[in-house]
């Protein structure tokens, strides 16, 4: 059974560890408040060139393989990640290994190397790089967020990235990575007291302070529809309803009507579009959670987009109808038959602890998620769905071949 902590370094470092004495491994990440959403005016996509040049070398390791060495040879797995709220750096390893790889994450994010000539190598890789984000998400966020800070992808915009100095880089990240801005998460096989030893030997020297402060802003309500001509992307749709920023109850009230609606071969769309319809190959919804907004969204891949709009309208608006007290009561189980399944993998429980974190500044267990879950009534699913999927908060994306 897990045992989890919340802790705090003298320097204000936030740290959440669930200890798992079964487990042969150990999940870290270091995660920062930053990222697209953090982002002003001539430094759209200083996050992304940042996480590049984490991985590219500190003042001790001066070389990317300098670094790469010290995972690859304990046989961990090592990455990092940008998104529009946070930047993370996040290893797995055998427990034997953990000490190396806490001290290497430690000194990636705190000291990096910032050098010239490695810059302007990944700049010219990023102007290559489109995995990021898809065309359609992008889109999607552009249109749903317009004059919000949202709006802006990690991917950033080139003539800013192309613009950034070594300098300016440094600035950045000493703004941003900061004690009081940041949180590290270990999971796995490790005790409480070996984490917090750890993390006070090698992040309790991060420097102090509280990062940068984003108000929130206001949702820019326009809802409509937009085309997109494309010549290379499948013919695609999203279906999107914004909001403000929601609790965790309602967080785990929207991952029921996810799972209803897309989850699996039996899930309403799955079986109305794909099984009895045969109009696409590819369905997924997903909820975005953010500092001081959400996103719902559906996502289609079908040449027939007219035909898709109409099922999946029909199927939203009719919700309440079609997701009975019964029904709701199937789905409430398996939410959180998955949501513990997931999570009994470290990896996974990691960035669930993490991902509540950015969200909320607070540890949230999965047995707390269930326990949140079951809470839920009926009536609680009816009244989101009331609030939410409202024909006038519906934005639509699309994109359609050229026009002949």
Sequence with gaps: MRKYFKEKLNNGLTVLIAENECSDVVSITFQVRAGSRYETEGERGYAHLLEHMLMKGTSTRPSSFDVGAIANRAGALLNAHTGRERIRITAQVVKSRTEELMELIADIGQNPLFDAAILENEKKIIQKESHVESRLVRESMGQVFAKHPLAESPLGIMEDMMSATVQKLQIYHSKHFVAGNAAIIITGGITRECALELCNKYFGTLKSGGGVNMAAKQLHENPGRKDIEVTREKESIMFCFP??????????????????????????????????????????????????????????????????????????????????????????????????????????????????????????????????????????????????????????????????
């Design 243 to 404: 909001g403000e920023k929601i609790s965790g109850r309602e967080r785990f009230a929207l991952r029921i009507i996810r799972q209803y609606l897309v989850l699996g071969q039996s899930s309403r769309l799955q079986q109305e579009l794909r099984q009895k319809r045969g109009l696409a190959y590819h369905i997924s919804a997903y909820f975005k959670l953010y500092s001081d907004a959400f996103l719902f969204c559906i996502e289609v891949i079908s040449p027939e987009l007219s035909k898709v709009e109409e099922v999946v309208l029909e199927n939203i608006y009719n919700l309440e109808k079609h997701l009975s007290p019964q029904i709701f009561e199937q789905y409430k189980d398996q939410s959180n038959n998955g949501m513990l399944r997931e999570t009994n993998e470290d990896l996974f429980l990691n960035d669930f602890l993490a991902e509540n974190w950015i969200y909320w500044g607070e540890l949230l267990t999965p047995v707390e998620a269930v326990e949140i879950t079951n809470s839920l009534t009926y009536q609680d699913i009816v009244e989101i769905i009331n609030r939410l999927f409202k024909k006038e908060n519906l934005y639509v994306v699309r994109l359609v071949p050229p026009k002949k």
